[in-house]
């Protein structure tokens, strides 16, 4: 019983009664023998109780939102609203077949539909498919429509993607998977792109720009005007991750920036539950020249006010679809609900209030002897601080004050990206935070550069409080235990 | 301001602290004045959560309930009350990707259980902690299998015929700058199961990856061990697409022929998820242990901490997007994560007992159905192999008329397969899993029935019986 | 013993020469876990990719520093990436290539010229 596995919980005979069908009277019939399963799946065998109680206990390990202050960089942790929760949970919801006759789901439909609309809005573009079902698919749609764009012109030669070294990971990652060369470009030391070596590395081989603002160093870009104009001179198209948009809500809008194509991270700016890794959704929007390449299926009105999803004819030059069915709906009924709440109102205060926290974070940690990474720049939602100069004196790394902090009570920042920052740390508190909260985090990071000077052992060792302490990742990599009937390892 | 907690003080006495911030506007003075947008339009004003939930109470009533006879990848099936309830504590409901391994224990270790739970399932060794969705989790398949036999000159993947046709058109798009060729494997039209002759064909050819569904697209048992046997006599990597309830009667890919085959992946939304208009879902992904390194997606395994106490971290990072960048096995981030919780607090509720008795009642309930269905003049199976929770009806008459009278009448009465397989005019592919009960079945029945004596005759027609509402 | 830029290093006093990554890249990696060698017989040329060498946190390829077939790989490392870790330069070596064309031996770093590189990376 030592690893409290479910599997350890198991005793044959054991059953949630409750949840099964009747036993069966008879034996299967209409399959032949040799395509039966011979041995049942070793699943738990346990009442509901035991269940019950077994994941309720797990959740208890667990740092949420709903129980810790969470500002981890680029992820945008803001509170996740029940109300919005409960509306899209309603069983006239969930219940509906993705295939079902359109005629059958006009509800679900319209709040789709109506959702592209206020998408387009919101980032200034032409036109909206909510089909991506994260930030990553969002980019891959967002890559591979500049490519269909510059096939659909003849312009077969443009086989490279300029990404910045800030990037995150899946820019590149996406640019790959569509077939583009990855090519890197710089970031000066101010924070804002090399635009000498971007210069330097546009020409008639270039299909388009991956870009984020602000850039994943929590800084707007002040040049977005000018790459833009240098970019389509150039002939490609700018792309815009949307992780950050949390940062200028209803201040500057994408498709005003000078970007051809974008995806949103709804799980992130538009407050969808994060669910211990997702689900997100990523719609992509674009702007009038990328309509025809939208991923499939989008929904349509009809003149007679009717909705339903396109069909192949309607859009014949579509990059096609990117799941069976049409993305993460229940998400994205969500966020539709989420703006229903915020309204148009509601929705520029949120970048107003989440600059506020950052600026206010960024300014009085670096009253307490903190080293913004940045230091003459506004923060925009987010901003970067850097440790090495507490690694060179004290010999503590950024990682430290990250598990220090659960100690604390608080979710640690992002760690260590972007790579570009050495000893950073990432930290956003978004605007549904309020000042004691944000005024408790700053106590507890002062307390512990203190202890970084005083007693490092406490942050090196850090954390002290929690049901584990630092696990030997090594050791992970090299047992490769991801199957408890699999394992060699020996239980305790 | 919903969910901002800032009153004019707090503003106030934050401002004073950041330099040179007389208010909030000033915090945006990096942004060129004429970047910056007017106010929004076309949005609505907010609204309050009593009228927020009017509102969308007002929106779903527009949806009207049917009873769902469609499968086609998504399917009804029972959720036990306590997987939600469980799920959306604010534990798992709102945490995020475990990266600080200490806050996310909980997490961390039900995903190890879900991994183990999948592999189980499938016969395999080692699962992923989940992928989008059952398509997406196919294409990152055929990708693994191009980086295994990377030595091979060609991409070439042979493909089903009887694979999910949207599955198939998923294909195409997420492989379509990859030099991936993909070739169609013909069926054997009586039976709506992949020829087997039609592999003759590719005897002498480099091969990358053969798939098999199973059941198929029609529900449909496919002669999964001889084309398992197949693809490792040709050096091609076998890719089995499999259903997760139909695996608690039907021997699992990890046992398929003489090997088994080398990845298992398939659509986990049967496992917890409720069919949403279609997402969010949870694809799962299984290989053999000597292929790990080459699977996407994150992966839980697990260690030891300082004190020598078990504990689960994420692994092989340095496989995925935000360490190899542009070399990633995959650009997935953000997967299903609470589709993964919903999933495996299903599979522990329903156990290897409950997980036997659902699929069999749902193979029972769609013999009944198709029995039923057949008896209708007019009315035939297109295919003549055993079939699991799926089957393929012949009409008279235009399927697409059939469906919408029917769903007039209150039922999702199937899938039109003709826009996909033209060679298949005026077919309706229908389902009843274990939430099926006779009564709706007969009534289905009765009411299709009564649908077609109406087209074919001219008096008066006899009373239709109550649909179940 | 000679150097490349993209920290590999190249011991010349040994036919066919011996190939490893420094000690200053392990330093870098951190705790390796895993690395792939390329196969018997490969035939590369000068800045191709070899393998991948793998930490907890990183991933990097190294790369072929001159012309030439591969003869041997060193299965202890395969078995104990550690050792690469502990004595990168020694016993931590990674491979054998027989040099097609012994020139590309001239065009390699010495160990001035690679100690300039690290410095300048700081």
């Known amino acids: ?259 051809d194509v974008m995806h949103l991270n709804l799980h992130k700016t538009f407050a969808t539950p994060h669910g211990g890794g997702g689900p997100g ?109 507490e690694k060179k004196q004290y010999d503590i790394q950024a990682m430290d004050i990250a598990k220090r902090l659960l100690d604390y009570g608080f979710h640690a920042p992002t760690t260590y990206f972007p790579l570009l920052v050495p000893e950073c740390l990432l930290i956003e508190p978004t605007e549904t935070e309020c000042k004691e909260e944000l005024d408790k985090f700053i106590s507890a990071m002062a307390r512990i550069l203190n202890e970084a000077k005083t007693n490092p052992d406490m942050l090196k060792n850090a954390p002290h409080t929690r049901p584990i302490k630092r696990l030997d990742e090594v050791k992970a990599a090299k047992n490769m235990d991801f199957n408890y009937f699999l394992s060699t390892v020996a239980t305790p | 301001m919903p969910y901002i907690p800032h009153t004019p003080e707090d503003t106030q006495s934050m401002l004073e602290r950041i330099h040179q911030a007389p208010n909030i506007e000033a915090l945006f003075d990096e942004i060129n004045p004429d970047l910056r947008q007017k106010a929004f339009e076309h949005l609505p004003d907010g609204l309050n959560e009593m009228d927020l939930l009017q509102h969308a109470e007002a929106l779903a009533n527009k949806n009207k309930n049917t009873v769902c006879f469609i499968g086609a990848g998504s399917y009804e099936h029972h959720i036990p009350a306590a997987v939600w309830d469980i799920a959306s504590r604010g534990e798992f409901l709102t945490s995020y990707t475990p990266y600080q391994a200490e806050a996310s224990q909980g997490t961390l270790q039900l995903l190890y259980e879900f991994q183990t739970m999948i592999a189980e399932l499938t016969g395999m060794d080692v699962a992923n902690a989940s992928m989008y969705d059952g398509a997406t989790a196919l294409a990152e398949a055929v990708l693994m299998a191009i980086r295994m036999n990377r030595t091979h000159k060609t991409r070439r993947v042979l493909v089903p015929e009887t694979l999910h046709p949207l599955y198939r058109a998923t294909l195409e798009t997420i492989l379509q700058h990859q030099d991936v060729t993909l070739l169609t494997l013909p069926m054997d039209t009586t039976q709506g199961i992949t020829n087997l002759e039609a592999l003759n064909a590719y005897e002498h050819d480099e091969i990358t990856a053969l798939i098999i569904a199973q059941p198929n697209f029609f529900g449909g048992l496919e002669p999964v061990d001889a084309l398992s046997d197949w693809a490792h006599a040709h ?32 659509e986990g939304q049967p496992l917890g998820a409720p069919m949403a208009s279609g997402g969010p879902y949870v694809g799962f992904f299984s290989t053999k242990k000597v292929h790990v390194r080459q ?57 290897p007992e409950g997980l036997a008795r659902v699929a069999q009642h749902c193979h029972e309930n769609t013999h009944k159905l198709a029995t039923e269905l057949a008896k209708i003049p007019g009315v035939s199976l297109v295919f003549n192999a055993p079939f699991f929770h799926e089957v393929l009806l012949q009409l008279p008459i235009s399927a697409q008329k059939i469906v919408r009278t029917l769903a007039q009448q209150g039922f999702a009465g199937g899938y039109l397969v003709e826009p996909h397989y033209p060679n298949l005019p005026n077919t309706l592919l229908v389902c009843a899993t274990e939430c099926r009960t006779d009564t709706e079945i007969r009534a289905f029945a009765n009411a299709l029935q009564h649908i077609l004596a109406a087209e074919n005759q001219t008096q008066t027609q006899t009373p239709l019986m109550e649909t179940p509402s | 013993m000679k150097f490349t830029s993209t920290h590999e290093w190249v011991n010349t006093s040994e036919t066919p020469v011996v190939i490893g990554i420094t000690h200053h890249a392990q330093s870098l990696l951190g705790d390796l876990v895993f690395i792939e060698l390329p196969e018997l017989g490969k035939e590369v040329k000068t800045g191709d990719e070899l393998g991948v060498i793998e930490s907890v946190k990183a991933a990097s390829d190294f790369y072929a520093p001159i012309r030439g077939t591969v003869i041997a790989i060193n299965e202890a490392v395969k078995a104990n990436p550690e050792l690469v870790n502990n004595d990168a330069e020694g016993a931590g070596w990674l491979l054998k290539i027989q040099a097609s064309h012994p020139d590309d031996l001239e065009a390699l770093l010495d160990a001035t010229q690679y100690e300039k590189i690290i410095a300048e990376e700081h």
């Open chain 1, 1 to 259: 019983m030592s690893l409290n596995l479910i599997f350890e919980k198991s005793i044959p005979g054991r059953q949630a009664a409750a949840q099964a069908p009747k036993p069966n009277a008879q034996a299967v019939t209409h399959i032949p023998e040799h395509l039966l399963r011979k041995t049942p799946p070793r699943w738990p065998a346990c009442s509901e109780l035991q269940v019950v109680r077994h994941f309720t206990q797990l959740s208890q390990k667990n740092f949420g939102i709903d129980t810790h202050f969470y500002p981890l960089g680029s992820c945008s942790m803001k509170y996740n609203p029940r109300g919005v929760h409960r509306a899209a949970s309603q069983a006239n919801f969930t219940r509906c077949h993705p295939l079902a006759p359109s005629e059958t789901i006009q509800g679900t439909l319209e709040i789709l539909h109506t959702l592209q609309n206020y998408l387009a809005e919101i980032t200034g573009m032409a036109g909206v498919s909510l089909t991506p079902m994260a930030g990553a698919q969002g980019e891959f749609s967002g890559v591979a429509m500049i490519k269909a764009y510059h096939q659909a012109r003849g312009d077969v030669g443009r086989d490279e993607m300029l990404i910045p070294d800030a990037a995150h990971g899946t820019n590149p990652a996406s640019a790959v998977a569509c077939g583009f060369k990855s090519i890197e470009i710089p970031t000066a030391k101010d924070g804002d792109i090399d635009l000498n070596a971007l210069r330097e590395r546009l020409g008639p081989k270039t299909a388009g720009i991956m870009l984020t603002n602000p850039s994943t160093l929590g800084l707007f870009m002040r040049q977005i005007k000018e790459i833009a104009a240098m970019v389509h001179e150039a002939g490609g198209l700018l792309y815009y991750d949307g992780a950050n948009l949390n940062a200028i809500l209803g201040k500057v809008r994408p498709g005003d920036m000078g970007f």
């Open chain 1, 281 to 389: 959704s990523g719609p992509v929007a674009v702007s009038n020249r990328l309509l025809p390449f939208l991923p499939q299926p989008t929904v349509l009105k009809t003149s007679d006010g009717h909705y339903r999803f396109a069909e192949h004819q309607d859009a014949p030059q579509s990059i096609g679809r990117l799941s069976a069915f049409m993305g993460n709906a229940g998400i994205l009924l969500r966020a539709y609900f989420y703006i229903c709440v915020l309204g148009k109102q509601g929705l520029t205060r949120v970048s107003e209030f989440a600059t506020l926290n950052a600026n206010y974070l960024l300014a009085e940690l670096q009253r307490v002897g903190y080293t913004a990474a940045y230091p003459k720049r506004r923060a925009s939602h987010e901003f970067l601080i850097t440790l090495a100069p």
């Open chain 2, 235 to 266: 050096q091609a990597i076998s890719i089995a697409c499999v259903n997760p309830i139909s695996l608690g009667l039907l021997k699992p890919p990890g046992n398929w022929g003489t090997h088994g085959v080398d990845i298992a992946c398939g």
């Open chain 2, 295 to 351: 699977m996407p997606g994150r992966l839980i395994g697990r260690t030891t901490d300082e004190d020598g106490k078990p504990g689960y971290t994420l692994t092989l990072q340095a496989r995925e997007q935000h360490i190899r960048r542009a070399k990633a096995t995959s650009n997935i981030c953000t997967n299903q994560g609470l589709l993964t919780t919903t999933a495996t607090i299903h599979m522990s509720l329903l156990g």
